[in-house]
Every structure is written in structure tokens, then in C-alpha cells.
């Protein structure tokens, strides 16, 4: 049996589902923004799958363009993270909750 | 084949890390599992062909996103923290997508899998993403605006942090 575009669709998946439940699960923000990179990053491996096995670029050139917003957002999320630290002492969700009430 | 051999191989390492940054409670064991983890995907992009992007993963993913990462941890001095406590919504929400997912999955698993023009003879796929020429003639013809959009967006994006990591001093109110 040779591996084809499902077997890597579905290991996309089970990448995509660990890191929503890892957002659902863990309370330190830094962990939460890891596990949204392991989505992103999940996301980039059903697409270089499509366009290995449609024979086309364009999954390619898609993975560009995430790699490039993804990293924009980490250095934008930490530093809004470092911010919050500054201002609160604190990274745990629990206990970020000015908004509530 | 022995790619096969190696999907599963790395495969198995890509979704192992990616559970050990969601279940360890050390903050730097979980960066270096998502390191582990990226490395894995860059080495399924090498399987794939797309030897451009898994140099470009390893690159930023695993030396810059990574490092800021652990930067970060070791300012901060976070800890994990333990796991939340199931909430109401957070279970129905998980349970949810859960279900989602799992539908979804068996869908195109009953379906036989999605048909791709070289599904059944893998023999003559051709390696589009190996050459850096296809990338530079979409990045310069159909994707040119987009990539002058992302170019501005990492200018924006480098103005905002450096927006946010100063200090307004005599500027109380401000903060």
C-alpha cells in the first residue's frame, strides 16, 4: 500500500486537532500560541500534499505566504504577550480576565 | 517503497511532539517537542518534493519562531501551569469539533479517499515543487500582489513590535 494525499490528509488532521485542544486545554498563553502554530503548520502540510499529488504550484506558493504571515504574527503575539506580562505579572489565562462582569 | 517507510516514520514523530508541547507542564519542553515537531513536517515536505519550503521551515519555523519562543519563556519565567479545569462550554465546544472532526474523516475514509489525477499511477508524478524556477515565475506573475501585500505586512508587522516593546515613559494613561 503506497502512501498517497489521504494518508497525508489525515495526518493533517490529527496535527490540526492536536493543537485545537491544546488551545482548548492549556492555560499558560505561550503554549496556547505554540499549539496555534502546530494548526498553521498543519494546514501547510495538506497543501504542499495537494499540490504534490494535483502536479500544480499553487499549495506551494500558498505555504509562502502562511510561513510569512505566521511569522509576522508570532513577533507581534509575543511582544503583545511581553506587554501583558509587564502590565499584569501574569501569562495564565485564568487570571487575565479584566474584561469580565 | 521505502518512502513509504519514512512517512510513517516522521510522520510519527511529527503528531508524538506535537502531543508532548500539548501535555508536558515544562514551558521549554513544550518549545523544543514543537521543534521536533516542525523539523518532522519539514522532513514530510522533503517526501513531498517541496525541498524549497522545507529548507524555508527549518529556517524560520524551527530557528527564528522557535527561538523567539524560548526567548520569550526564559524572559517571562513562565511555568506551564496545570491543565484548565473542564468548563461547561469548553466541553461542548471540544466535544463538538470533535465529533466535527471524526465525521468528517470517516466521510472520506467510507468515500475511498479523495481521486487525484496521479492517484493510482505515483510512477510519473512529477516533482513540480522541486524547482525554484516554478516558484520564482508564480511569485513574480500570478502571486505578485500578494506578495507585495505580505512585504508590507512584515514592515507593519516589524513597526508594531517595535511600537510595543517601548516604553512611554511620563505617559500613564497611555499604557
Redesign the interface.
Known amino acids: 500500500?503506497?502512501?498517497?494525499?489521504?494518508?497525508?490528509?489525515?495526518?493533517s488532521?490529527?496535527?490540526?486537532?492536536?493543537?485545537?485542544?491544546?488551545v482548548?486545554?492549556?492555560?499558560?498563553t505561550?503554549?496556547i500560541?505554540?499549539?496555534l502554530?502546530?494548526m498553521l503548520?498543519a494546514s501547510?502540510?495538506a497543501l504542499?500534499?495537494f499540490?504534490?499529488?494535483?502536479?500544480?504550484?499553487?499549495g506551494?506558493?500558498f505555504?509562502?505566504?502562511i510561513?510569512?504571515?505566521?511569522?509576522?504574527?508570532?513577533?507581534?503575539g509575543?511582544?503583545?504577550?511581553?506587554?501583558l506580562?509587564r502590565?499584569r505579572q501574569t501569562?495564565?489565562v485564568?487570571e487575565l480576565n479584566a474584561l469580565k462582569n | 517503497?521505502s518512502?513509504?517507510i519514512f512517512?510513517?516514520l516522521f510522520?510519527a514523530l511529527?503528531?508524538g511532539s506535537?502531543?508532548a508541547?500539548?501535555l508536558t507542564k515544562n514551558?521549554v519542553a513544550?518549545?523544543l517537542s514543537?521543534l521536533v515537531?516542525?523539523v518532522g513536517?519539514a522532513a514530510?515536505?522533503v517526501l513531498?518534493?517541496?525541498f524549497l519550503?522545507a529548507a524555508?521551515?527549518v529556517f524560520?519555523?524551527a530557528g527564528?519562531?522557535v527561538a523567539?519562543?524560548l526567548f520569550?519563556?526564559m524572559?517571562?519565567d513562565?511555568?506551564?501551569?496545570?491543565?484548565?479545569p473542564f468548563k461547561k462550554t469548553?466541553l461542548v465546544?471540544?466535544s463538538f469539533?470533535?465529533v466535527l472532526?471524526v465525521l468528517?474523516?470517516a466521510t472520506?475514509?467510507q468515500k475511498g479517499?479523495?481521486k487525484?489525477?496521479?492517484?493510482d499511477t505515483?510512477a510519473t508524478?512529477?516533482?513540480?515543487?522541486a524547482s525554484l524556477r516554478?516558484?520564482g515565475e508564480?511569485?513574480f506573475t500570478?502571486?505578485l500582489l500578494?506578495v507585495q501585500i505580505?512585504g508590507f505586512?512584515?514592515l507593519?508587522?516589524?513597526l508594531?513590535?517595535i511600537v510595543?516593546?517601548k516604553k512611554f515613559e511620563g505617559l500613564e494613561d497611555v499604557?
Open positions: 500500500m503506497t502512501v498517497g494525499i489521504n494518508e497525508y490528509l489525515y495526518l488532521a490529527i496535527l490540526f486537532a492536536i493543537g485545537f485542544f491544546g482548548l486545554l492549556r492555560k499558560n505561550l503554549v500560541y505554540m499549539c502554530e502546530l503548520v501547510t502540510v504542499v500534499a499540490s504534490h499529488f494535483n502536479q500544480t504550484m499553487d506551494n506558493v505555504v509562502f505566504f510561513l510569512t504571515v505566521a511569522a509576522a504574527e508570532v513577533a507581534v509575543l511582544a503583545i504577550i511581553v506587554a506580562f502590565r501569562i495564565q485564568e | 517503497m518512502s513509504d512517512f510513517y510522520a511529527t503528531a506535537a502531543l508541547v500539548v514551558t513544550s518549545a514543537l515537531s516542525l513536517v514530510l515536505f513531498l518534493d517541496a519550503l524555508l521551515m524560520v519555523y527564528a519562531v523567539l519562543f520569550i519563556v524572559l517571562l513562565s511555568h506551564g501551569g496545570d491543565r484548565k469548553t465546544a471540544g469539533a470533535f472532526l468528517g474523516l472520506l475514509a479517499g479523495l487525484t489525477p496521479a492517484a505515483t508524478l512529477v516533482p513540480v515543487g516554478a516558484y508564480q511569485l500570478t502571486y500578494p505580505v505586512l512584515l507593519i508587522a516589524m508594531g513590535v510595543l516593546s499604557k
